[in-house]
């Protein structure tokens, strides 16, 4: 006895669907009210997981994290602002004692 498995209601609108699958006995269709239910639980399980793993968080959270960001880029902003002032300040310093050997020598570059 072949085994055809009939997906919907109407056999022709899947045709390759109705073939048969070799010598399974004891399964005629497809029991769609255990696949949808089924359905459900996969659907749940996926949000668990999600949850769980992390991707899936409350609003509240994420809000905070943006804020958090938001207050970690400021503060990186300032320390460069600061560290270019100490560079400039740095490099003129540079240049003023490079030049000093040169004035005591009255050599030129």
């Known amino acids: 006895m072949a085994v055809v498995i009939r997906i919907g209601r109407y056999p022709h609108a899947a045709p390759l669907c109705n073939r048969p699958l070799g010598n399974l006995t004891g399964v005629r269709v497809i029991p769609w009210n255990v696949l949808a239910q089924g359905g459900a639980v996969v659907i749940l ?65």
């Open 45 to 109: 399980a996926g949000v668990v997981w999600m949850i769980v793993s992390g991707r899936l968080v409350p609003r509240s959270a994420l809000t905070d994290a943006h804020t958090e960001r938001d207050r970690w880029a400021e503060a990186a902003r300032e320390a460069m602002q600061q560290n270019n002032a100490l560079l400039t300040g740095a490099r003129v310093t540079h240049d003023v004692l490079k030049a000093l050997p040169d004035v005591a020598t009255g050599e030129r570059q």
